[in-house]
Each structure stands twice: as structure tokens, then as C-alpha cells.
């Protein structure tokens, strides 16, 4: 019997401790839950504090790798072919820049800094050799004294506040939409036999021979140089190739002769010996001054008058404004679109998977380069730096077709003419211009020629891209002679006036 009632003792309070501990689980359930729901608030703000800290720190730590992975690409990429094509638009970039600096229409050292800066910014970003032009339309009026110094500086900051609101109210698209693709044809054709014509005129007006600076060496450099491009003349329009094919591409690219270094190393021999004999014709600032130090940056706004601010506006900015925006912009990005075909090709697919992720993507997903893009990069760099002593800049096509010519395909040669403009900015100072009025316009002239030969031959190809399955028995379709007209007629009033936005005009 005491067994017996241990036993069922023993099992009551087994079965008194289950149902305890089942109980305990309930409540236990349960009253964490109301814990939780009680603390909530506060957990969520700690939480949320946490979770933006966290976010900040992986934020700056990945744009901290992307910021070293880009720059471990631009060293990958740099090459002596990207450093030759570098200089492909040298030929538009040192006579206006003399031009402006013997006028002194502009701060020197300020400009030539500023402009150095600027590459090296837009090749770190984009991964095109962008180029970097003074305004042609503003740099006109400045050399022949139309617009002083104070007058070319509010012009540069009228033209950046213009760019920047282009950009900013998405008014460059409605632009490009309203231009047809012909006068976009036109104006490359026109703007590049204009280039080239300059070119050879420069050259003509030289000595056949004489003096090492004469026709004879243009044409002994012309002809070296073209038998070396005609190595890597590929057009502009591909079809698509396998990973295998572009890299072996790239790699005959990379090994073929550096023809704009050797073109720099003669004009600088050349300009070197012109100086030493004394044979400079002018020089940029007096005996006294041309070594003396300028500063880098130097504040003009307080310089900048009321009267300077009106005659900028109407002489300088309002004339430059629809060359910057056709030339510079929309004329800039169509021909990307036609020499890196890879690059569109690149960024279609990114574009692709970026909508395939479910994310909202652009009408024109091919692009190289974004007009707004473009059109904010010209605004700020000119309302930002202007106001430090920078001269007008924008990005041009005439320069982007002579550093494709020459090498160029990635933004690693853009980067390092930028390096190279800041030290003979920091270096050199005021007697840079000396140094680039020295230069031979026997290799200037084979340089801007070649520029224009290859924005001319890129208009000209974008005209007649339609030709192929734009045909009727073998003839040119209605629409493709409309279009191939338009283009000449745009072409013919910009040689004609010497004024590129007419022909556009005239073309529309």
C-alpha cells in the first residue's frame, strides 16, 4: 500500500509538473509577445539608428572601392596609344588658347589649370577621351578684342547657368527632338571640312622650305601619318563581335606605332629650336613679366562690372549658345554613339538588365553618353570654375573625332592630359603660351586636319547609314537623297557664313 501510494504520488506530481510546464510555455509565449509589443519603440529607433549607421559606413565604404577600382582601371588602361591619341586635339586647342593669352583675354595660368582639371574630372567619370575646348563663338570675340577680359569671364558663367538649366529642366532633350538627325549629319560634315580646311591653310601659308617650320615637313609628317593610321582604320559601325575578337582587337590596337607621340616630340623639338634662335614672332607678355608667378585660381567676380555682365551676355553668350548646344551637346553624344559602338553595346545590356530587375530605364538605353549628362558637365564646369579665372570651356566634337584618330578610346587619356595641363600650369605659369605660340604650324596643321577629316567622314557615314535597305532596284531611296541634301545644304552655309548654328538653321 505505501508503494502503491508513493507510485501514484510520484505520478500525480509528474503529471502536476507537465501541466506546469505546458502552462509555462503558453505564458511564456505569450508574454514575450507583449514584451516585445511593449518595447517595440524603442527597438525600432535603435534599430533604425543602427541600420543608418550601417548604411552610411557600406555606403562610403563602396564608393571608397569604387573610387580605387576606377582608378586601378585608368592605370590598366593607359597606354602609349591612349596617351598618343590624347593629344588629337592640341591642333583647335593651342591657337585659341595663345590667341586669348596674347590678347589677354583670359587668366593664363587660371585657364590652362581649370582646363587640365576639368579633363581629368570627365575622363575619371565618363570612360570616353571627352575633350576640352575653349568656346569658339566667346574665344572669336575675345581675340579680336570684342570682349575683354572681365566680358569673356561673365560670358563663360552666363553660358554655365544656360548648360546647367538645360540640363536641369531635361530642355536639351527637347532640342535633340526637335533637330533632325540630318542637320545632326550636316553640322559634323561642315564643322569638320571647316576644321580641315583651317588645317591646310595653315600650312600653305608657310615657306615650302627654308626653315625647319615649312610645308615641306608638313607634308613629310602627313604622309608618315597616315601611312601609320591607316593601320587601324576600322568603321565606325561594327557588327557584333565575340569577347575573343574585341580583345584581340584591342590588343593589335594597343601595340600599333603611337603617331600623336611622335608628332608632340617633333613640334616640341621644333619649338624648342624656334625659341632658342629667337625666331618667335611675338611674344605673350613683356621682357620683364614672362617668368613672373601667377596664381592658380583668382576670385574675378568682383572684377566683373555691370556693363561687363550685359556685354558678355549679348556679345558673348547669347551667340555662343545654340553652337555649345548643338556642337557640344547633341553633335558630341551622336558621335560617341558612332566610334565606340562597343561601349553602346556595353551599356544597352546594362540598361537591359537594369529593366529586367524591374527598375525604371531610359527611352534611349544604347547611348555612350547621355545628352543631359553632357549638357550638365559643360553648365557647371563653366559656373564653377569661370568665376576662379577659367576661360570658356565646352567639350567639342572636332576634338573627340582627332583623339579617336589617334588612339584614344578610353577615359585614361583624357586623365592624363588633364594631369599634364595642371603641372605645366603650376610648373610653367604665364610662360606656358610662349612655349605653345613656339609651336610649329606645320604639325598643327596635319593634326587639325586629321581632326576634321574624321568628324567630316563620321557626318557624312551618319547621313548614310539608312543607305542599306533605303534602296529602290539598286537606287537611293526618296528619303535618302532628302536626307544626303540636307546634310550638304547644312555643310555648304557653315563653310559659307563660317557660323556653325546658321547652317543648322538653314538645315532645320
Known amino acids: 500500500n505505501n508503494s502503491s501510494s508513493s507510485t501514484s504520488s510520484v505520478a500525480s506530481s509528474q503529471r502536476g509538473t507537465i501541466m506546469q510546464q505546458q502552462q509555462q510555455e503558453v505564458h511564456g509565449e505569450e508574454q514575450p509577445l507583449e514584451q516585445d509589443n511593449e518595447s517595440q519603440p524603442l527597438d525600432t529607433e535603435s534599430l533604425t539608428e543602427s541600420s543608418r549607421q550601417h548604411a552610411s559606413s557600406s555606403s562610403s565604404s563602396s564608393s571608397t572601392r569604387g573610387m580605387m577600382h576606377r582608378c586601378h582601371t585608368l592605370y590598366s588602361e593607359l597606354s602609349l596609344s591612349e596617351i598618343s591619341g590624347s593629344f588629337g586635339d592640341i591642333g583647335t586647342f593651342i591657337p585659341l588658347f595663345v590667341a586669348l593669352g596674347r590678347q589677354r583675354a583670359i587668366h593664363v595660368t587660371p585657364a590652362l589649370f581649370f582646363a587640365g582639371l576639368t579633363n581629368a574630372v570627365t575622363g575619371f567619370f565618363w570612360d570616353v577621351p571627352m575633350p576640352v575646348q575653349p568656346m569658339k563663338s566667346i574665344a572669336a570675340a575675345g581675340i579680336a578684342g570684342s570682349l575683354t577680359q572681365n566680358q569673356v569671364t561673365a560670358a563663360g558663367i552666363w553660358m554655365g547657368i544656360f548648360m546647367t538649366l538645360l540640363g536641369a529642366t531635361n530642355g536639351i532633350e527637347w532640342v535633340n527632338r526637335i533637330v533632325p538627325a540630318a542637320v545632326v549629319a550636316g553640322m559634323q560634315l561642315g564643322v569638320g571640312l571647316s576644321l580641315a580646311i583651317h588645317g591646310v591653310q595653315m600650312v600653305v601659308e608657310l615657306s615650302f622650305v627654308g626653315a625647319p617650320d615649312c610645308i615641306l615637313t608638313a607634308i613629310i609628317a602627313g604622309i608618315v601619318t597616315y601611312y601609320f593610321l591607316r593601320q587601324q582604320q576600322q568603321p565606325a559601325e561594327t557588327t557584333t563581335t565575340t ?266
Open 243 to 508: 569577347p575573343n575578337e574585341d580583345s584581340e582587337r584591342n590588343r593589335r590596337r594597343r601595340s600599333l606605332p603611337p603617331v600623336g607621340l611622335y608628332l608632340l616630340g617633333v613640334a616640341l623639338i621644333l619649338a624648342i629650336v624656334k625659341m632658342v634662335s629667337n625666331d618667335t614672332t611675338t611674344t605673350t607678355t613683356s621682357e620683364e613679366n614672362r617668368w613672373t608667378w601667377e596664381p592658380i585660381a583668382e576670385w574675378t567676380i568682383p572684377h566683373i562690372s555691370q556693363k561687363d555682365w550685359l556685354g558678355g551676355l549679348l556679345e558673348g553668350a547669347i551667340p555662343q549658345l545654340p553652337l555649345t548646344t548643338l556642337n557640344s551637346v547633341i553633335s558630341v553624344c551622336a558621335l560617341a554613339h558612332s566610334l565606340f559602338p562597343e561601349k553602346r553595346r556595353a551599356r544597352a545590356l546594362t540598361t537591359t538588365n537594369t529593366a529586367a530587375a524591374g527598375e525604371e530605364t531610359e527611352s534611349s538605353s544604347d547611348d555612350v553618353l547621355s545628352r543631359r549628362e553632357v549638357a550638365f558637365s559643360v553648365g557647371l564646369l563653366n559656373l564653377v570654375a569661370c568665376p576662379f579665372g577659367a576661360m570658356p570651356n565646352c567639350h567639342g566634337a572636332g576634338g573627340l573625332a582627332g583623339q579617336h584618330k589617334l588612339g584614344a578610346r578610353h577615359g585614361a587619356s583624357i586623365v592624363f592630359l588633364g594631369c599634364l595641363k595642371m603641372i605645366l600650369a603650376i610648373t610653367l605659369g604665364v610662360a606656358v603660351v610662349d612655349l605653345m605660340d613656339a609651336f610649329p604650324l606645320s604639325i598643327l596643321g596635319v593634326m587639325l586636319t586629321m581632326a576634321g577629316q574624321e568628324l567630316a567622314l563620321t557626318g557624312l557615314m551618319l547621313s548614310l547609314r539608312h543607305f542599306v535597305g533605303g534602296t529602290t532596284n539598286g537606287s537611293p531611296s526618296v528619303e535618302l537623297r532628302d536626307r544626303v541634301s540636307v546634310a550638304i545644304l547644312t555643310s555648304i552655309v557653315i563653310l559659307g557664313t563660317k557660323k556653325t548654328h546658321y547652317g543648322a538653321i538653314a538645315g532645320w
